[in-house]
């Protein structure tokens, strides 16, 4: 999208559509505002593109998957209460087209973080201090991103949703439709499970 | 990876514990079988390392020019909506007309009744799914997302 169309004011009001909360976006492009969907599909492509990265493991079809959501999801507008968050909608949308997918087609294997960073879908971690610090980090992230592809479906579900994603045992109850009380009992075993692999990810190493 | 808690202290408050998702009362316990429980602590400050480093991990979306949302044409949706109600449409009217033949024709009523029952089966197995998936939206916080 041309960055200087970001600037321009929003049709009908005096404030570019960068400057609007992501329910104020909604409404508008409900309005049929193309800037405040062009807004919105840039603020929803990153965590879209991520969640379906990290669900299905492949970048071509994580692709697939955020683009038919963000369609998706602009076709649901209608239906969308603007009190109620966005993310966790998207989530939920996001998470069920990556489960389509991995349904209709054979499961393609899961790309290496290694090549994700080589090929520019992830980003080197920057939080660390030193060389090897962020050599440690790195290779622990490594290790976590193979170690979440032998857990089950289930459990990559829910980890990601809150260790990659964030979101809280309220939003992740709604995106999984379960009860709040078995997120935590769910995600516990997640861990656990992930913790598995990756001693096993050790020992075969 | 540190075995099961030795008291027996409930592990999975560890990762509401972790998350910050524990009510004040949940917290305090939590806090206090801590201090007691080498195990347990060991266990936090693993899911806290492996939680950190998870949540540093980047992912980068492929170039705006990669992507392409435009919506659905107008013209299709409603072509799509239209096929649909044509089929069902015809469903219904093709069952009924074959429920009135069938209870016209002359044949014995064991006969009627059997033709009647091979055809009711796959009616009710499609009602019990059907029941299935609305008792499902009633409790689906998210049920108008599309799925």
């Known amino acids: 999208m041309n960055p200087s169309t970001m600037t321009r004011a929003v049709a009908g009001s005096a404030v570019p559509a960068s400057g609007f909360d992501d329910a104020g976006l909604v409404v508008r492009a409900r309005s049929g505002d193309r800037e405040a969907r062009e807004e919105l599909a840039r603020r929803c492509r990153g965590p879209a593109y991520a969640l379906a990265l990290q669900l299905l493991g492949d970048p071509e079809d994580a692709l697939d998957a955020a683009q038919d959501s963000?369609?998706?999801?602009?076709?649901?507008f209608g239906r969308f209460d603007p009190s109620r968050p966005l993310r966790p909608w998207l989530a939920r949308i996001v998470r069920n087209r990556a489960l389509d997918i991995r349904r209709r087609r054979r499961a393609r294997p899961t790309i290496s973080l290694d090549a994700l960073l080589d090929e520019g879908h992830a980003e080197a971690p920057a939080a660390a201090a030193g060389p090897e610090e962020r050599a440690a980090d790195r290779e622990l992230q490594r290790r976590i991103w193979r170690a979440l592809q032998e857990t089950s479906p289930a459990h990559r579900e829910i980890l990601v949703l809150r260790d990659y994603q964030d979101l809280s045992y309220q939003e992740i109850a709604a995106v999984l439709a379960i009860p709040?009380?078995?997120?935590?009992?769910?995600?516990h075993a997640a861990r656990r499970s992930l913790r598995r692999a990756l001693e096993g990810g050790e020992?075969?190493? | 990876m540190p075995e099961r808690c030795p008291i027996g202290f409930d592990e999975t408050l560890l990762s509401g514990?972790?998350?910050?998702?524990?009510?004040?009362?949940?917290?305090?316990?939590?806090?206090?079988?801590l201090e007691d429980c080498p195990?347990?602590?060991?266990?936090?400050?693993?899911?806290?390392?492996?939680r950190e480093a998870t949540r540093a991990t980047p992912f980068r979306p492929p170039a705006d020019d990669q992507w392409d949302e435009r919506p659905r044409g107008a013209a299709s949706f409603l072509a799509r909506r239209a096929g649909w109600t044509l089929i069902v449409g015809w469903l219904g009217a093709i069952t009924v007309f074959a429920v009135w033949q069938l209870a016209r024709a002359p044949e014995d009523l064991w006969v009627k009744v059997a033709v009647?029952?091979?055809?009711?089966?796959?009616?009710?197995?499609?009602?019990?799914?059907?029941?299935?998936?609305?008792?499902t939206l009633r409790t689906d916080r998210y049920r108008r997302v599309l799925k």
């Open chain 1, 203 to 205: 020992h075969h190493a």
């Open chain 1, 70 to 76: 963000l369609i998706r999801l602009f076709e649901s």
């Open chain 2, 39 to 50: 195990s347990c602590r060991a266990l936090l400050a693993e899911l806290t390392r492996l």
């Open chain 2, 116 to 135: 009647f029952s091979l055809a009711a089966g796959p009616v009710l197995l499609f009602l019990s799914v059907l029941a299935d998936r609305l008792r």
């Open chain 1, 180 to 187: 709040v009380g078995t997120v935590m009992s769910r995600l």
């Open chain 2, 17 to 33: 514990y972790l998350d910050r998702e524990l009510t004040q009362g949940e917290t305090q316990r939590v806090r206090l079988h």
